[in-house]
T-cell receptor
């Protein structure tokens, strides 16, 4: 089946630093989504991308839909302690229909 | 507006038993999807219901089933529970099931099989 390779698996950074994570696939996706999950909760949508090349920001978060439609990245600028959590990329493709394919997640730790 | 509500939040069952989980979507959302989250496999799609019909299905055994009612509320059932079914089960609702309208997840039901 389709897979998303998300990296890095984990990151340990200082407050104020910028963060970058990405997802790649051998398959084409029509939509890329970035979610954040806090312990004991469901994923919360951060950014949605619908067109190849699209660059979208949400506050300190910026994400891009790769030109090849096989990758996406998420940047977090000036990290703060509440950025701690697990970040997931998810894609939707013609092959998977209405199902979201998720990456394995990036665990972000921020020290103040 | 109210979010996606999943009940119960926690559940402990014995191997061989069956379990039913419930999901109430956001008002006006007609699509409900279910996902299984485990440390090893991550988030995996189980199935999606739209207007009381199963529209999409993931690669899970037939012990996993679901249904959707006319008010869009959905239930999923797992029969003959196995230890490996221990997981966080998440449901997500959307207006149509296409991500253009966004997927909103509930807080999940944590199932432990002993």
């Amino acid at each position: 089946g389709q897979q998303l390779n998300q990296s890095p698996q984990s990151m340990f950074i200082q407050e104020g630093e910028d963060v970058s994570m990405n997802c790649t696939s051998s398959s084409i996706f029509n939509t890329w989504l970035w979610y954040k999950q806090d312990p004991g909760e469901g994923p919360v949508l951060l950014i949605a991308l619908y067109k190849a090349g699209e660059l979208t920001s949400n506050g300190r978060l910026t994400a891009q839909f790769g030109i090849t439609r096989k990758d996406s990245f998420l940047n977090i600028s000036a990290s703060i302690p509440s950025d701690v959590g697990i970040y997931f990329c998810a894609g939707q493709s013609n092959q998977a229909g209405t199902a979201l394919i998720f990456g394995k997640g990036t665990t972000l730790s921020v020290s103040s | 507006k109210a979010g996606v509500t999943q009940t119960p939040r926690y559940l402990i069952k014995t191997r061989g038993q069956q379990v039913t989980l419930s999901c109430s979507p956001i008002s006006g959302h007609r699509s409900v999807s279910w996902y299984q989250q485990t440390p090893g496999q991550g988030l995996q799609f189980l199935f999606e219901y739209f207007s009381e019909t199963q529209r999409n299905k993931g690669n899970f055994p037939g012990r996993f089933s679901g249904r959707q009612f006319s008010n869009s509320r959905s239930e999923m059932n797992v029969s003959t529970l196995e230890l490996g079914d221990s997981a966080l089960y998440l449901c997500a609702s959307s207006v149509s099931g296409r991500s253009n309208y966004g997927y909103t997840f509930g807080s999940g039901t944590r199932l432990t099989v002993v």
